[in-house]
């Protein structure tokens, strides 16, 4: 049997079984797909892109790179004393 099987058409014990297993390869493929997206979100949401995300969002109004330039700095100043 192809396609998708109506219900109220199956008479035999066969049929169901056959119904049965397309439900249940729908299903798997349907899972496939949902933990792939999955993947994908939890791989573009990672700390390091949404601080990435950040940066840039608020670079655009200050200017990030000096004040990591000065941080930078003061840093190599206080542990080169």
Sequence with gaps: ?????????IKTMDQL?????QVK???S???GAVRHSFADVKE???PGNML???L???????????LL?????IFKRKLLK
């Design 52 to 54: 990435l995300s950040g």
């Design 29 to 31: 493929e349907q899972e």
């Design 69 to 73: 330039l000065s941080t930078v700095r």
């Design 1 to 9: 049997m192809t396609g998708t099987m109506k219900y109220r058409d």
């Design 56 to 66: 840039k969002s608020v670079s655009s109004y200050i200017p990030i790179d000096q």
């Design 25 to 27: 390869r729908r299903i």
């Design 44 to 46: 573009s949401y990672s």
């Design 17 to 21: 079984e056959e119904a049965q297993k």
